[in-house]
């Protein structure tokens, strides 16, 4: 690596555009920036945008960015299990009623199920329906 020249914030977002492309590590080396760099880079421009990328503009601690990285992974994180729930739902919707008659809908003497047992049931159930 060479000498250190700081990048202004609209170089950074071009170096970014370029990693979508060529990866991380080529650009890293077209650049000759480190791969850590260019992932930090990434993570701000995720959180804060093309304003967190200026240099001398944020100042933020250190404890508060990477809380805030941190958030928008949770975030992410919790969009992809609600987008799981939804589709498992649909799954057992759509074999719930191929599977049963429409009249043992809504069968009174079915033996009432715990809740432990219903989330075994529920689980066991999505496991079968992955695997069709």
Same mark, same amino acid.
């Given at each position: 690596?060479?000498?250190?020249?700081?990048?202004?914030?609209?170089?950074?977002?071009?170096?970014?555009?370029?990693?979508?492309?060529?990866?991380?590590?080529?650009?890293?080396?077209?650049?000759?920036?480190?791969?850590?760099?260019?992932?930090?880079?990434?993570?701000?421009?995720?959180?804060?945008?093309? +304003?967190? *990328? !200026?240099?001398?503009? %944020? /100042?933020?601690? $250190? @404890?508060?960015? #990477?809380?805030?990285?941190?958030?928008?992974?949770?975030?992410?994180?919790?969009?992809?299990?609600?987008?799981?729930?939804?589709?498992?739902? +649909?799954? *057992? !919707?759509?074999?719930? %009623? /191929?599977?049963? $008659? @429409?009249?043992? #809908?809504?069968?009174?003497?079915?033996?009432?199920?715990?809740?432990?047992?219903?989330?075994?049931?529920?689980?066991?159930?999505?496991?079968?329906?992955? *695997?069709?």
């Amino acid at each position: 690596m060479g000498k250190q020249v700081r990048k202004s914030a609209q170089e950074k977002q071009r170096i970014l555009e370029e990693t979508k492309t060529l990866g991380l590590v080529e650009t890293a080396r077209k650049y000759e920036l480190s791969y850590k760099i260019l992932k930090d880079w990434q993570d701000i421009a995720v959180v804060f945008g093309l +304003e967190g *990328l !200026k240099s001398e503009g %944020s /100042k933020l601690s $250190p @404890e508060l960015k #990477r809380l805030q990285l941190e958030n928008q992974r949770l975030k992410e994180l919790v969009a992809d299990k609600e987008l799981e729930l939804k589709i498992i739902k +649909e799954l *057992l !919707k759509k074999h719930h %009623s /191929k599977s049963r $008659p @429409e009249n043992d #809908r809504y069968d009174i003497y079915r033996p009432t199920v715990s809740s432990t047992q219903s989330i075994a049931i529920f689980r066991y159930k999505c496991q079968y329906l992955l *695997l069709l």
